[in-house]
Each structure stands twice: as structure tokens, then as C-alpha cells.
């Protein structure tokens, strides 16, 4: 398999579920900024979208959108654990999560990060992204990750859209139980491996 990403974008968090999965894969850079490959192919040729992550099978089948892409690896690996059964409740709320990531959390930064989002509008995004994160924060009260003890692929898509903050100022250190939960991802040898894979870990 080829997981097509971007250092630090949201590709971090299949590439995270990928070596908590231990299966084989082999990293594509493509840069969110030009378009293009480490060897100049132009990345719309392989996904229309532009964007990272994106999954290649030996097959030569193409798999975007992460939170489809992570819940794929993990029933790859279904002694992993990354995800509970297809079919249960405990897999609806797993879907919960990563549509509550990917929609409130992933999408609340857009605004930060796009260089024509008015100054007086950052404030506005900042604090609705807060609410969202005061949320999280309540919901990982006495948990070790956001399904109870069991890291699943929501702990890898939260950890890798929650490391944003820094690079835009939001000031995440009033939630407590977010932050200890940071501090349990980052020590995880697999998300470990990852980050000093992207170069966001010397």
C-alpha cells in the first residue's frame, strides 16, 4: 500500500493508525502547496481532490477522505483493536467521533490557516474552535483516550488536528484532560515513529 501525505497535515493521522496497525505501506509525499510529488508528478493526476491523505491498494484501487481511510486500516488489522466491530454500537460511536473531528475540529482550523480569512474573523474562528475543544475536553474526563482505555483511530485523527493549535495561537491550556491526553499520544512508540518519519520529531 502507498499512503500518499503531507508532513503534518492530516495524513499524520492514517499514518499514525497504519503503524499502530503494523502493516506494510510505503510513504508519497505530496505537498499541499504545489500539487506535486517529490519527483514533480502532478498530484491531481492520481487524486482529482488535491488533497492528502489518500490510500493506494496493491490492487490499484484509491481510497481518500481519512476517516474512511482509517476505519479501513483498522479492519485490515482487526487484532489491533483501532476500531470496534462493523455493525455495533460501539462502532457508530467511533463514526461519531471522526464526524465530529473532521467536521468541528478539522474544518474549524480551515479559517486559520487560509491566508485570505479576514483578521477581524480569526477571533470568531478561535472561539468556536475552543467550544469544540472544551467538549473533548469534558468528554476524556477519567478516560485514557476518547472510547475509554482503548486507543482507536479517533484518538490518532484528535491528536494529529489538536497539534494545529500551536502553529495558529490557540491556547489550549485550560483543558486539562486534552492536554494529559496529548501527552499520552505523543508517548506512544508507534506515533513516535510517525512524527520522526515526517520530521516533526528529531
Known amino acids: ?15 499514525i493508525a497504519l503503524r499502530e496497525a ?3 505501506f510505503e510513504l508519497v509525499r505530496a505537498s499541499t502547496k504545489t500539487h506535486k510529488l517529490d519527483d514533480g508528478t502532478d498530484y491531481y493526476t492520481i487524486n482529482p481532490k488535491g488533497s492528502v491523505p489518500l490510500l493506494e491498494l496493491d490492487n490499484g484501487e ?16 482487526p487484532n489491533s483493536k483501532l476500531a470496534p466491530p462493523n455493525g455495533t454500537f460501539e462502532r457508530s460511536r467511533l463514526q461519531e467521533w471522526l464526524n465530529f473531528i473532521t467536521s468541528e475540529l478539522h474544518k474549524g482550523f480551515s479559517p486559520l490557516f487560509n491566508p485570505a480569512t479576514p483578521e477581524a474573523y480569526k477571533p470568531i474562528a478561535i472561539e468556536n474552535l475552543k467550544k469544540r475543544f472544551s467538549y473533548v475536553d469534558g468528554k476524556l474526563e477519567g478516560k485514557n483516550y476518547l ?3 482503548t486507543f482507536t483511530v479517533a484518538d490518532g485523527y484528535l491528536f494529529t488536528v489538536t ?19 496529548m501527552e ?19
Not at 500500500?1 to 492514517?14: E, R, T
Open 184 to 202: 499520552r499520544m505523543a508517548a506512544r512508540p508507534h506515533v513516535q515513529e510517525a512524527l520522526k518519519a515526517e520530521g516533526l520529531l528529531k
Open 22 to 24: 503494523g502493516l506494510p
Open 62 to 77: 484509491r481510497l481518500s477522505e481519512g476517516p474512511a481511510i482509517v476505519q479501513y486500516i483498522a479492519d485490515l488489522a
Open 163 to 181: 497539534n494545529w493549535a500551536r502553529l495558529v495561537k490557540v491556547d489550549l491550556s485550560e483543558y486539562k484532560d486534552l492536554g494529559s491526553f
Open 147 to 149: 472510547m475509554g482505555d
Open 1 to 15: 500500500m502507498k499512503l500518499y501525505y503531507s508532513n503534518g497535515a492530516c495524513s499524520l493521522s492514517p499514518h
